[in-house]
C-alpha cells in the first residue's frame, strides 16, 4: 500500500512542479515573445486596456508557478488559488472562439473548440497534484 502511495505522491509532486514551470514559462511569455498572441485572448468586455491585462497575467503567472514549485507547506492553498486563477482566464479561451480570434495556431473554431476541454483538465491537474482535491474528500 505504502508504494501505490509514495508513487502517487511523486506523480504528485513531478505534475505540481511541471505545472509550476508551466505557469512560469506561459508568464515569461506574456511579457516578451507571445505578447501579442495573449493579446487575442483578453475579451472586449475587460475594462482595461488589453496590453495591461496580458502584463499583470503575465506577472500573476509567473508568481503562482513560482510558488508550485517553491511553496510545499503550503501547496493546499496554492492549488485551490491556481484552479481559481485558472477559472478566471477561462473567458478569454471562450472569448477567443466566440470573436474568431485567431491566435497560437488556433486559426479555425474548431481548434479553438478543441482548446476549450483543457482549462479543466489544467483545474483538476493542479487540484490533484497540490493535494487539494483529496483534502476535499478526506474530510
Known amino acids: 500500500m505504502t508504494l501505490v502511495n ?6 504528485q509532486i513531478t505534475v505540481r512542479i511541471l ?12 511579457l516578451t515573445f507571445s505578447r ?23 506577472i500573476v503567472e509567473i508568481l503562482l508557478g513560482a510558488s508550485l514549485v517553491l511553496l510545499g507547506k503550503q501547496r493546499i492553498q496554492m492549488g485551490w488559488i491556481v484552479a481559481v486563477f485558472f477559472v478566471l482566464v477561462f473567458p478569454g479561451n471562450i472569448a477567443q472562439l466566440v470573436e ?8 479555425t473554431d474548431i481548434k479553438r473548440w478543441l482548446r476549450l476541454p483543457f482549462q479543466p483538465m489544467l ?4 487540484l490533484w497534484s497540490t493535494g ?3 483534502r476535499i474528500f478526506n474530510k
Do not use: Y
Not at 6 to 11: C, G, N, S, T
Open 132 to 134: 487539494a482535491w483529496q
Open 19 to 30: 505545472l509550476g514551470c508551466f505557469l512560469i514559462f506561459a508568464g515569461i511569455s506574456h
Open 100 to 107: 474568431h480570434r485567431n491566435a497560437f495556431g488556433l486559426n
Open 36 to 58: 501579442t498572441e495573449f493579446l487575442a485572448q483578453v475579451p472586449i468586455w475587460v475594462p482595461m486596456k488589453p496590453d495591461l491585462v496580458v502584463i499583470l497575467s503575465g
Open 123 to 126: 483545474v483538476f491537474l493542479v
Open 6 to 11: 509514495d508513487k502517487q505522491k511523486r506523480a
